[in-house]
């Protein structure tokens, strides 16, 4: 229960207050980490590796701590879960920037608009136009929506303090590291496939979620539905093609095509049917991530409270089986001692054969159990 509420506050206070603007924990961990890689680095996997284990174990082992210090404590643990879900969630951010760009799209600024997509992705504005502008942040929004909203609070359901921290640890660190250049292919690697390994539910989720409520955008869920089947495994990240398919098919607009970002480019496959994003679709693609993100946080608080609690009675009954199952071991092992120390008394002592028994004193197995 207590992190049910944690999850529900912190939500909540994202939803008002948005990220703080000075001391953001998610920025300190940034700078933490930068200096991490700079002591590890060498431009292979194992160096990647060993940089990824300590730079998300560290949350991880705090969370626990945290976690272990508030068990019997539930309103200091809700305090935690809340202030943690604030600093990792960052729906409102998200929300606020698709608004502007749509303003400034509206308002004819393209400099001010290319200026602004920073804030949202990585790839080089110079050169966009209105319509690559506006798909730049749809994709933005759709990805995003699963990787600053659904996903922490997915793993802050399943998994607690641990899940929040350990969560956004991973995910900043691919931002940091997991993309294609030439300092990183090998080194960010175990980082990218992180990111990737703990997005896989909750990037279908978000999909799911996008197409439930498509109508609050004036979406169409039946055509969501059918173009998130269609495509979402055309996209070359495993997750990104799940949030931009279904946000394609509620906005009713056609995604992909070729990305440049500083210093290289890519073409990716097109997702769903219908005309080029426009500035007009922005403020709708906000509003589906602000539906999504209510559906995932109701989700997210019902779980400790109704299945978590069954996945946690099974656990403990499967835990104490495995316990019980060693003391019947451990009970049949010591009887089995003492039958080998009564053989020894037998057959190897000063019984009927008055000398060292028929085993040479050493019971019917050396002194062991068969």
Same mark, same amino acid.
């Given at each position: 229960?207590?992190?049910?509420?944690?999850?529900?506050?912190?939500?909540?206070?994202?939803?008002?207050?948005?990220?703080?603007?000075?001391?953001?924990?998610?920025?300190?961990?940034?700078?933490?980490?930068?200096?991490?890689?700079?002591?590890?680095?060498?431009?292979?996997?194992?160096?990647?590796?060993?940089?990824?284990?300590?730079?998300?174990?560290?949350?991880?082992?705090?969370?626990?701590?945290?976690?272990?210090?508030?068990?019997?404590?539930?309103?200091?643990?809700?305090?935690?879960?809340?202030?943690?879900?604030?600093?990792?969630?960052?729906?409102?951010?998200?929300?606020?920037?698709?608004?502007?760009?749509?303003?400034?799209?509206?308002?004819?600024?393209?400099?001010?608009?290319?200026?602004?997509?920073?804030?949202?992705?990585?790839?080089?504005?110079?050169?966009?136009?209105?319509?690559?502008?506006?798909?730049?942040?749809?994709?933005?929004?759709?990805?995003?929506?699963?990787?600053?909203?659904?996903?922490?609070?997915?793993?802050?359901?399943?998994?607690?303090?641990?899940?929040?921290?350990?969560?956004?640890?991973?995910?900043?660190?691919?931002?940091?590291?997991?993309?294609?250049?030439?300092?990183?292919?090998?080194?960010?690697?175990?980082?990218?496939?992180?990111?990737?390994?703990?997005?896989?539910?909750?990037?279908?989720?978000?999909?799911?979620?996008?197409?439930?409520?498509?109508?609050?955008?004036?979406?169409?869920?039946?055509?969501?539905?059918?173009?998130?089947?269609?495509?979402?495994?055309?996209?070359?990240?495993?997750?990104?093609?799940?949030?931009?398919?279904?946000?394609?098919?509620?906005?009713?607009?056609?995604?992909?095509?070729?990305?440049?970002?500083?210093?290289?480019?890519?073409?990716?496959?097109?997702?769903?049917?219908?005309?080029?994003?426009?500035?007009?679709?922005?403020?709708?693609?906000?509003?589906?991530?602000?539906?999504?993100?209510?559906?995932?946080?109701?989700?997210?608080?019902?779980?400790?409270?109704?299945?978590?609690?069954?996945?946690?009675?099974?656990?403990?009954?499967?835990?104490?089986?495995?316990?019980?199952?060693?003391?019947?071991?451990?009970?049949? %092992?010591?009887? *089995?001692?003492?039958?080998?120390?009564? $053989? =020894?008394? !037998? &057959? +190897? @002592? /000063? %019984?009927?054969? *008055?000398?060292?028994?028929?085993?040479? $004193? =050493?019971? !019917? &197995? +050396? @002194? /062991?159990?068969?």
């Amino acid at each position: 229960m207590a992190n049910a509420v944690g999850l529900l506050a912190g939500y909540a206070l994202d939803r008002l207050l948005g990220d703080p603007r000075r001391w953001h924990p998610v920025a300190g961990f940034g700078q933490a980490a930068g200096a991490l890689e700079r002591r590890l680095y060498r431009p292979d996997r194992t160096a990647g590796t060993a940089f990824a284990a300590l730079a998300v174990g560290g949350p991880v082992l705090l969370g626990a701590v945290a976690a272990a210090a508030t068990r019997h404590r539930p309103v200091t643990r809700a305090v935690l879960v809340a202030a943690g879900t604030w600093s990792v969630l960052g729906g409102r951010t998200l929300r606020h920037e698709a608004t502007v760009m749509g303003r400034t799209l509206r308002d004819g600024d393209l400099p001010a608009a290319r200026q602004r997509l920073g804030h949202l992705c990585g790839r080089d504005p110079s050169t966009l136009d209105e319509s690559e502008l506006a798909r730049a942040t749809v994709e933005s929004v759709a990805e995003n929506t699963s990787d600053a909203v659904v996903a922490p609070l997915f793993w802050g359901a399943v998994a607690g303090l641990p899940g929040l921290l350990g969560y956004r640890a991973a995910n900043t660190l691919d931002a940091m590291v997991g993309h294609r250049s030439a300092r990183y292919a090998r080194f960010g690697t175990p980082a990218a496939r992180l990111d990737d390994a703990l997005n896989l539910v909750p990037s279908r989720l978000t999909g799911l979620l996008t197409i439930a409520v498509a109508p609050v955008a004036h979406g169409d869920r039946q055509r969501a539905w059918q173009v998130w089947r269609r495509d979402r495994n055309d996209h070359p990240s495993p997750n990104a093609g799940q949030c931009e398919a279904a946000m394609a098919g509620a906005l009713g607009v056609r995604l992909g095509g070729r990305n440049v970002y500083f210093g290289r480019s890519e073409v990716r496959p097109f997702l769903g049917d219908g005309p080029r994003p426009e500035a007009r679709h922005l403020k709708r693609a906000a509003r589906i991530s602000g539906g999504v993100g209510l559906a995932a946080v109701g989700l997210a608080a019902a779980y400790p409270v109704t299945l978590g609690r069954l996945v946690g009675a099974v656990s403990r009954r499967a835990l104490i089986g495995a316990v019980g199952r060693r003391g019947l071991v451990a009970v049949a %092992g010591r009887r *089995g001692l003492a039958a080998a120390a009564s $053989g =020894r008394e !037998l &057959a +190897g @002592g /000063r %019984g009927l054969t *008055g000398g060292r028994g028929l085993t040479g $004193g =050493r019971g !019917l &197995a +050396g @002194g /062991r159990v068969v």
